[in-house]
């Protein structure tokens, strides 16, 4: 079989206007929820599209809370979607769930979060994410063997109880467009799009698929 002939039909679901809910916020918990009772594998697994200088980089990162302010995901500042975030604080989300035929879209700003929040959802963390996060110069060149060596004196310097790094903490991305997308048969996809309006309300339209 050739890549170009690899398909299929999905089925499970219709998104129509009468059945979503007033809001993103709503629409996408339920979503949600529908992920974690499916028992999708890493529901909360999502692509953060960044750019820098007019290029495009994207790669998955973990949702690690959400609310009527947007979706939260946390890591390393000093990293290269850290730096492109500082660069342009414009980035994309986006959630496919194959189990349900159904992906979500976000696009919107983003900002870190306070650093209480950052340290609560640090101290949360198993100890050896916490001492990774001081050991790995993220997106940095070097050997396994180096980053091996950085963990073991980093356990040895910070114990039990590592405090977090100042170079890593959370980003909300407040969202200005939220798109929910279920799949349909002939590629007649379900298309339903969240725009923000200047008074804050949300208009919703259908998109062609």
Known sequence: MSIADIRQQYRKGVLLENAIASNPFEQFSAWFNDALKAEVAEPNA???ATVQNGQPSARIVLLKGFDARGPVFFTNYDSDKGQ??????????LFFWPELERQVRFEGIVEKVPAEESDEYFHSRPLESRI??????QSQPISRDALEQRVADFTAKLGNQPPRPTHWGGYRLTPHRVEFWQGRPSRLHDRLCFTQQPDGQWALQRLAP
């Open 132 to 137: 990774g996060a001081w050991a790995s110069p």
């Open 46 to 48: 999502m692509t953060l």
């Open 84 to 93: 492109q975030l500082d660069a342009s604080p414009r980035a994309a989300l």
